[in-house]
Antibody, heavy 123, light 110 residues
Framework: QVQLQESGPGLVKPSETLSLTCTVS????????WNWIRQPPGKGLEWIGY???????NYNPSLKSRVTISIDTSKNQFSLELSSVTAADTAFYYC?????????????????WGQGTLVTVSS | QSALTQPPSASGSPGQSVTISCTGT?????????VSWYQHHPGKAPKLMIY???KRPSGVPDRFSGSKSGNTASLTVSGLQAGDEADYYC??????????FGGGTKLTVL
């Protein structure tokens, strides 16, 4: 059974870059779309972006200028970098797999998630 | 403020049915059949319950069903069980490469 686990610093200073890694176990990363989603405490979810194993990416237009998602198929990991962070970027960050059903990719539907990691932006 | 509107709370007794609504606009819920629902027990990984408005992933009980009318999608949970108590979120494709979520509904089993 596939499992996803987020890792990275829980505290980032304002104006710096937030970096997180998602490790995928139980399945090859070289098949699906892989996503990052976040949820500020007490608020709703926000899709950040996805990467396909080929390296093709797609980002939320509202975050596109600050987001980079990369993938390392040899390690079965993908990563998120969010630059120039502010307190508004404080959130639980989740990695998630895009659904594939009967050969169809649903890039906006997530069938497997990590437990999430809280990243706080503060000096 | 979330793009899709969900009631903050819903409740029902064991065995009863409860319906959670998710209201958007013609630019998201009303314009695409790409509505999903997620169950989230705090501290755990969210779980996909419904996708493409009414489809259930394998392993999700048929007590969970989805529908849509106009700009409002709905998740119905029948035969409520204690384990159904969780937060539920809807999402919808909104065109132009965007995805929007609801603010979440806390379902309480009385």
């Amino acid at each position: 059974q596939v499992q996803l686990q987020e890792s990275g610093p829980g505290l980032v200073k304002p104006s710096e870059t937030l970096s997180l890694t998602c490790t995928v176990s139980g399945d090859s990363i070289s098949t699906y779309y892989w996503n990052w989603i976040r949820q500020p405490p007490g608020k709703g979810l926000e899709w950040i972006g996805y990467i396909y194993y080929s390296g093709r990416t797609n980002y939320n237009p509202s975050l596109k200028s600050r987001v980079t998602i990369s993938i390392d198929t040899s390690k079965n990991q993908f990563s998120l970098e969010l630059s120039s962070v502010t307190a508004a970027d404080t959130a639980f960050y989740y990695c998630a797999r895009g659904l594939r059903d009967s050969g169809t990719y649903y890039t906006r539907t997530f069938d497997c998630w990590g437990q999430g990691t809280l990243v706080t932006v503060s000096s | 403020q979330s793009a899709l509107t969900q009631p903050p709370s819903a409740s029902g007794s064991p065995g009863q049915s409860v319906t959670i609504s998710c209201t958007g606009t013609s630019s998201d819920v009303g314009g695409y059949n790409s509505v999903s629902w997620y169950q989230h027990h705090p501290g755990k990984a969210p779980k996909l319950m419904i996708y493409e408005v009414f489809k259930r992933p394998s392993g999700v009980p048929d007590r969970f069903s989805g529908s849509k009318s106009g700009n409002t999608a709905s998740l119905t949970v029948s035969g409520l069980q204690a384990g159904d108590e969780a937060d539920y979120y809807c999402s919808s494709y909104a065109g132009s490469n965007s995805l929007v979520f609801g603010g979440g509904t806390k379902l309480t089993v009385l």
